[in-house]
């Protein structure tokens, strides 16, 4: 089974501040097993309290932070969206909740530069640019 978004976007936050998975349960006061349980998808939906720890644990910025709350209750979007988000860091908030909304259809993967490009031409009609 392929990682989740949230778990994927976990680890690498943990993995960018260097951190081992006993390091980030000590600093977010959570068991070291259940934050591995998060990153491989075996548990899912955290409580806000346990995403407030571990955010601040992180200290993960606000997009990255809000992209870890939305994930935590949006379990079925793709690992390839986060990937590119951190990728690119003009991708916003707003837009990749925009482009997580979009639902695929067939077997093609998505091509997620052109997707965010297609949401901002949509996003800068509607605020009249």
């Given at each position: 089974m392929a990682q989740p978004a949230f778990g994927f976007l976990l680890q690498r936050l943990r993995e960018e501040r260097r951190l081992s998975l006993r390091e980030l349960?000590?600093?977010?006061?959570?068991?070291?097993?259940?934050?591995?349980?998060?990153?491989t998808g075996d548990k899912e939906s955290p409580s806000e309290e346990v995403l407030a720890k571990l955010i601040r644990a992180l200290k993960a910025a606000k997009r990255e932070a809000d992209m870890l709350r939305y994930l935590a209750e949006h379990s079925q979007i793709d690992e390839g969206l986060v990937a590119h988000a951190l990728a690119d860091a003009s991708v916003s908030y707003e837009e990749?909740?925009?482009v997580a909304g979009v639902v695929f259809r067939g077997?093609?993967?998505p091509d997620y530069p052109r997707l965010v490009e297609r949401i901002r031409r949509i996003l800068r009609e509607e605020n009249g640019n």
């Open positions: 349960g000590q600093l977010a006061g959570i068991d070291h097993a259940y934050i591995y349980r998060l990153e990749f909740c925009s077997t093609g993967r």
